[in-house]
T-cell receptor, first 114, second 110 residues
């Protein structure tokens, strides 16, 4: 089954404790991205990757890091999480960036930073 | 500041009524996508519009892209409880970056 898988689905942690949210897709898609979703703000793009070893900042990259060492994986890293990063996070993939093709989303990761 | 503003933010209607959701921007987009999101899940694509003035129909849903490619609308005819969900528009700029609207939460009451 074609899918985007995020882990964990839920995480409660404390300020300053490094964490990683994993994202994996099995569709051989080139383009992957991370979003955060907050009430009244919709989804905001954090980082995106056009292909392996190519990453770019989205709208709200501060406090986040990403890497794209393999085509299928695109982890989101919070080196020193803060309470304002409490949010619902989505990973998405698209066959090729710069086209009108649909984004396929994971089911989300709800992060709470205390 | 949001690049794409959606209105209304919340909408609660009776089954059988018609409704329109708007997605507006001052920026030009190369394409505009509409997604629907259910609680606990990621957004799922409904349609992509590419050409200014383009109209696409998906059963009871009609999508239109503005002539200047800055805005879009979603019209639902005879809404049903199964249409309940969060509707999101998303614009593509510079080929690579996606911008999502603020979302419209629709509730259709049986």
């Amino acid at each position: 089954e074609a899918q985007v898988t995020q882990n964990p689905r839920y995480l409660i942690t404390v300020t300053g404790k490094k964490l990683t949210v994993t994202c994996s897709q099995n569709m051989n898609h080139e383009y992957m991205s991370w979003y955060r979703q907050d009430p009244g703000l919709g989804l905001r793009q954090i980082y995106y990757s056009m292909n392996v070893e190519v990453t770019d900042k989205g709208d709200v990259p501060e406090g986040y890091k990403v890497s794209r060492k393999e085509k299928r994986n695109f982890p989101l890293i919070l080196e020193s999480p803060s309470p304002n990063q409490t949010s619902l996070y989505f990973c998405a993939s698209t066959p090729v960036g710069g086209t009108n093709q649909p984004q396929h989303f994971g089911d989300g990761t709800r992060l709470s930073i205390l | 500041t949001q690049l794409l503003e959606q209105s209304p933010q919340f909408l609660s209607i009776q089954e059988g009524e018609n409704l329109t959701v708007y997605c507006n921007s001052s920026s030009v987009f190369s394409s505009l996508q509409w997604y629907r999101q259910e609680p606990g899940e990621g957004p799922v694509l409904l349609v992509t519009v590419v050409t200014g003035g383009e109209v696409k129909k998906l059963k009871r849903l009609t999508f239109q892209f503005g002539d200047a490619r800055k805005d879009s609308s979603l019209h639902i005819t005879a809404a049903q409880p199964g249409d309940t969900g969060l509707y999101l528009c998303a614009g593509v700029r510079a080929g690579n970056q996606f911008y999502f609207g603020t979302g419209t939460s629709l509730t259709v009451i049986p």
